[in-house]
Antibody
Framework: QVQLLESGPGLVKPSGTLSLTCTVS?????????WSWVRQPPGKGLEWIGE???????NYNPSLESRVTFSLDKPKNQFSLRLTSVTAADTAVYYC???????????WGQGTLVTVSS | EIVLTQSPATLSLSPGERATLSCRAS??????LVWYQQKPGQAPRLLIY???NRATGIPASFSGSGSGTDFTLTISSLEPEDFAVYYC?????????FGQGTKLEIK
């Protein structure tokens, strides 16, 4: 059974960089899955940030594409999110997820709250 | 970007009643439509994929239907633990998008 666990700072200063890591267990990130990030502002709905394949190919939400980068750490079985120039609007619970493909749904991590505040 | 519109925003029903939730897409997504359930403080939970296939461990009381632009999630007889927020997600085109959610509350 796949498990995903997000980690990273819970507080980031405005104009700073938000960095999160997702540690995967139960399967290899080199398997044929996409690895996704989704966020949810407090009390609001879900927003897909993007996803990365084991080859390193990534798809980003155009609304965030200029500020976001994904990366893989295969030896550690982790993938990461980096979001630059953050503002209060980036305050959200950030989820990582496994995406087995279009004819399926996501397997989710538990989520981690990141607050952007000085 | 494909916009998903869920209705109603809030649905107030009693345990034992039947719930019908709608998700409409701004353009065809074929059958690439997923439903999730989310309870407070929890991650979303996969219910239905490919519009009508129940995920592992999901009770038969949950069913999905539809194709193209109009989709429905039906809960045949509500249990107390079914009261939550439900989201649809399209997997047809990038960026993958979610509906704004339907809150199913106890009447």
């Amino acid at each position: 059974q796949v498990q995903l666990l997000e980690s990273g700072p819970g507080l980031v200063k405005p104009s700073g960089t938000l960095s999160l890591t997702c540690t995967v267990s139960g399967t290899s990130i080199s398997s044929s899955n996409w690895w996704s990030w989704v966020r949810q502002p407090p009390g609001k709905g879900l927003e897909w940030i993007g996803e990365i394949f084991h080859s390193g190919r990534a798809n980003y939400n155009p609304s965030l594409e200029s500020r976001v980068t994904f990366s893989l750490d295969k030896p550690k079985n982790q993938f990461s999110l980096r979001l630059t120039s953050v503002t209060a609007a980036d305050t959200a619970v950030y989820y990582c997820a496994r995406d087995p493909g279009r004819s399926s749904g996501f397997d989710w991590g538990q989520g981690t709250l990141v607050t952007v505040s000085s | 970007e494909i916009v998903l519109t869920q209705s109603p925003a809030t649905l107030s029903l009693s345990p034992g009643e039947r719930a019908t939730l709608s998700c409409r897409a701004s353009q065809s997504v074929g059958s690439y439509l997923v439903w999730y359930q989310q309870k407070p403080g929890q991650a979303p939970r996969l219910l239905i994929y490919d519009a009508s296939n129940r995920a592992t461990g999901i009770p038969a009381s949950f069913s999905g239907s539809g194709s193209g632009t109009d989709f429905t999630l039906t809960i045949s007889s509500l249990e107390p633990e079914d009261f939550a927020v439900y989201y649809c997600q399209q997997r047809s085109n990038w960026p993958y998008t979610f509906g704004q959610g339907t809150k199913l509350e106890i009447k």
